[in-house]
């Protein structure tokens, strides 16, 4: 039974059997290569599944608990005061879990990972390192939604962003380069602002004290339960001047606004929320289509994630007191996603700024701050992530085929890829929203969760569903049933 095996390690980890065994491949051998990745990828996605059948969905908190003491920190105890305890020390734990917010989204990196990996068989240079790159971000992804560390989450984090950063640059298109660099720039911002709020944690909140003999020993943990407790505890029970003469650090109320809009911030660039979504653009149109589901399907979950599990679970006060603000954000987002979508003629920025709208209906589940918005915040974040990778493994494959994805040089695909302009068009209705699809669900709960506290914002919202209709049905009807195009001709020659 999974309670007596560690599966959320067998699960995060499972990536790097397939490091160690492509790196003693001949890189040569491209096939084996790519079948092993594969198959690898099987791994996590069979456990996942596990995972997900043993959870009990009854009880609160989290499960599947891992936890083994990793870092220890000594501090100097310089001070009168410092100098009577025993012990005075940072420390990190490897310490895994799931709850409901991270178990359908560790289920949906198994699957879009296998989903990315098989759509990589049209990578065509390189197989060696970029297989192996590609295994350490699926280990990275799969750290972000265990880690209940706040320093284990920012090492699994940052790993995601260096493999990505190196499979834009070397197997995107012309211009991957500068869309890596991009990348680059505002994903290390938004890192170098979230770790600004986990040291303030961290040094703050993460204060704990245990009697030690005839002392007392006090620590600094990243422990995100600890951190819990103090920050919904009395203020005067952890680091006061009172409990430790000289020690400076306390988690003030304007500290605690501070580090709350450090967090909107950070995971903000990642969500993206407006205007923090330019790089977005360039790495959907530049990466590769395997690469691109993972981003869209996964990586930009991370943020709204991050946004919910650390800025609203950690700080409800503050970000109850900008519940409008987010839902105006998300207002934003959605409006501005889809009217720019309705005028791009490049596919893929299409879907691009499609991505950026349906993020908006993720703040508008969070800024409902009650439970119907937040099960749709979180539903969205699957449906979402499912469609998104779809749709990008079918512009891949219709990039193949027609070397194109400009929508003026599309059309008529029905008659030559009949299958693929069908899933095309399913995934196409479940992304505005078709009742019977999984994106009907997560937009009508976030948005009668979002009406039930302000009604306004979200009858204005509501139109982002008509001009997501109007976006989806002129490109991928365009694309499959409009007037025959070179694309038809091409596809034929490559059939």
């Known amino acids: 039974m999974p309670d007596n095996i560690p599966i959320l390690s067998l699960i995060a980890l499972s990536p790097l059997l397939g490091v160690l065994i492509l790196a003693f491949m001949p890189g040569h051998k491209g096939q084996w290569i790519k079948t092993t990745a594969i198959l690898v990828t099987l791994i996590p996605l069979v456990l996942s599944a596990w995972l997900y059948a043993a959870f009990n969905q009854n009880l609160e908190g989290m499960q599947f608990k891992e936890q083994v003491p990793w870092i220890m920190v000594p501090l100097n105890k310089e001070t009168q005061g410092l100098s009577q305890l025993t012990s005075f020390f940072f420390q990190f734990d490897y310490s ?9 989204l560790i289920f949906l990196t198994a699957l879009v990972g296998t989903m990315a990996a098989l759509a990589s068989v049209y990578i065509k240079k390189r197989w060696k390192s970029y297989f192996i790159l590609f295994l350490l971000l699926e280990t990275g992804m ?53 770790l600004i709020a986990f040291i303030i944690l961290v040094s703050t909140a993460g204060f704990g004290q245990t009697a030690a003999g005839n002392g007392v020993s006090v620590h600094y943990s990243g422990d995100l339960s600890v951190i819990t407790e103090n920050l919904f505890q009395n203020a005067q029970s952890y680091v006061t001047q009172g409990d430790l003469e000289g020690n400076p650090f306390f988690l003030s109320s304007a500290m605690k606004w501070t580090v709350f809009l450090l967090l909107l911030v950070a995971f903000g660039i990642k969500l993206p929320i407006f205007p923090f979504h ?18 869209s399907g996964i990586l930009l979950k991370m943020g709204a994630y991050g946004l919910i599990r650390f800025g609203i679970l950690l700080f409800p006060k503050e970000a109850t007191a900008w519940a409008s603000v987010l839902a105006i954000l ?26 950026i709208s349906h993020m908006g209906i993720v703040l508008l589940g969070i800024a409902a701050f009650n439970t119907t918005g937040l099960e749709g915040a979180v539903f969205q974040l699957v449906s979402h992530g499912l469609i998104s990778a779809l749709m990008f493994l079918l512009v891949g494959s219709i990039y193949e085929r027609t070397q194109t994805t400009e929508l003026d040089h599309l059309g008529g695909l029905a008659k030559s ?11 196409g209705m479940a992304s505005l929203g078709t ?45 499959t049933y409009g007037p025959l195009k070179g694309s038809r001709r091409r596809c034929a020659t490559r059939a």
Not at 96 to 104: I, Q, R
Not at 156 to 172: D, H, K
Not at 330 to 355: C, D, H, M, R, T
């Open 96 to 104: 895994l879990a799931v709850d409901g917010l991270s178990l359908p």
């Open 417 to 427: 890829i009949p299958f693929i302009s069908g899933i095309l068009l399913v995934s």
């Open 278 to 295: 330019t790089w977005m653009l360039k790495v959907h149109t530049e990466a590769p289509p395997s690469i691109v589901m993972i981003h």
């Open 330 to 355: 998300g207002v934003i987002n959605i409006l501005y996603g889809a009217v720019l979508a309705f005028v791009q003629k490049e596919f893929k920025l299409v879907l691009a700024y499609s991505s």
């Open 435 to 479: 009742p019977g699809l999984s994106g009907f669900i997560s937009e009508f709960l976030a948005f009668l969760g979002l009406f039930q506290t302000h009604p306004v914002i979200t009858a204005v919202g509501t139109l982002g569903i008509i001009l997501t209709a109007v976006y989806v049905l002129r490109g991928i009807l365009g694309i």
């Open 142 to 194: 799969f750290g972000v939604f265990m880690a209940q560390d706040l320093f284990l989450f920012f090492v699994f984090f940052e790993l995601t962003i260096i493999p990505t950063f190196f499979l834009i640059g070397i197997w995107g298109y012309k211009d991957r380069e500068r869309a890596a660099g991009k990348f680059l720039l505002y994903n290390g911002v938004g890192s170098a602002i979230m």
